[in-house]
């Protein structure tokens, strides 16, 4: 067992994914370290069963966003590093290095920090993504306010983060479904990130640029400073984060943004599907 692990999480529809994603760490980022993949209990994970990947199953007997929460499980203490990524992410870089350059700060929990936006503007947005509008509970985000008063500090990601297990609280999760439970009227989605914000908020920091980047900030007409986000103009990140309608495994226009990594000058979709191809080549059975 190697002191570091790479942890993704996913529901079953995303192995094939994490699977390109697991290659992608290998092949572009010189991964040395262990790989570890998390879901629900209902998940089939025989396409990625004895291959050198550990497999985490939760208690969850089905697909929920609030799954996430468990990445700060004592389970993974058998690690000294973690890092977690989400499955639409490009790897650009040695990520040995990555991770021992962000050594240093822990025992923060180091996360991406693309957005500019606040803690309560992601909650309202993720809110309303899953039919919860905030006119309607008012009283909710009242509350919100009153127990959590750096509610208007900038959001950090949870795309990425980096962080010792061994740091974490042991009470880390169930305050994290506490908190979920205590709102669910505006985040019936159960999404993650705003969550562990409101809970986790004085043990994260910034990850900054050096290290990690959505991919739009990466594109050499945006390299130019940018205090906001952390962002000097002169990084080499070796994450690249591509979300949503981004996805590497989508196939995108030449002229989308999203079309190209120019680190790596290669097609998003094509790497992904090269990637996905070699899964079993990379990881055979063992």
Not at 132 to 149: G, I, V
Not at 169 to 196: H, K, R, S
Not at 234 to 245: A, L, V
Request: charged residues 20%; proline residues 6%; hydrophobic residues 35%.
């Amino acid at each position: 067992m190697a002191d570091s692990v790479i942890l993704l999480v996913g529901s079953e529809g995303y192995l094939p994914h994490a699977k390109a994603l697991f290659v992608n760490c290998v092949l572009q980022g010189e991964w040395k370290g262990d790989f570890c993949f998390m879901c629900d209990s209902s998940c089939d994970t025989s396409s990625i069963e004895n291959r050198n990947i550990a497999i985490h199953k939760t208690e969850e007997t089905s697909w929920t966003n609030a799954i996430k929460f468990r990445i700060f499980s004592q389970h993974f203490s058998t690690w000294n590093y973690l890092l977690y990524l989400d499955c639409d992410i490009l790897i650009q870089g040695d990520l040995n290095h990555c991770c021992e350059q962000m050594q240093p700060r822990l025992p923060k929990i180091l996360c991406d920090s693309s957005s500019q936006a606040s803690i309560l503007d992601d909650w309202k947005h993720f809110g309303k993504l899953a039919g919860a509008e905030p006119e309607s509970h008012p009283e909710a985000y009242q509350r919100l306010r009153e127990r959590f008063p750096h509610i208007d500090s900038p959001i950090l990601a949870s795309s990425t983060m980096f962080f010792s297990p061994g740091d974490i609280p042991e009470n880390a999760v169930d305050d994290l479904f506490a908190v979920q439970a205590d709102f669910v009227d505006i985040n019936p989605g159960c999404y993650d990130q705003q969550v562990m914000n409101l809970t986790l908020y004085d043990r994260m920091e910034a990850m900054t640029k050096y290290r990690c980047s959505w991919f739009a900030f990466d594109d050499p007409g945006n390299r130019v400073a940018c205090p906001e986000r952390h962002w000097l103009g002169d990084e080499n990140p070796e994450i690249i984060h591509y979300w949503g309608m981004y996805a590497p495994w989508i196939v995108k226009t030449p002229d989308a943004g999203a079309a190209h990594n120019h680190r790596l000058d290669r097609v998003c979709h094509e790497l992904y599907a090269e990637n996905l191809e070699a899964f079993e080549r990379i990881f055979p059975h063992v």
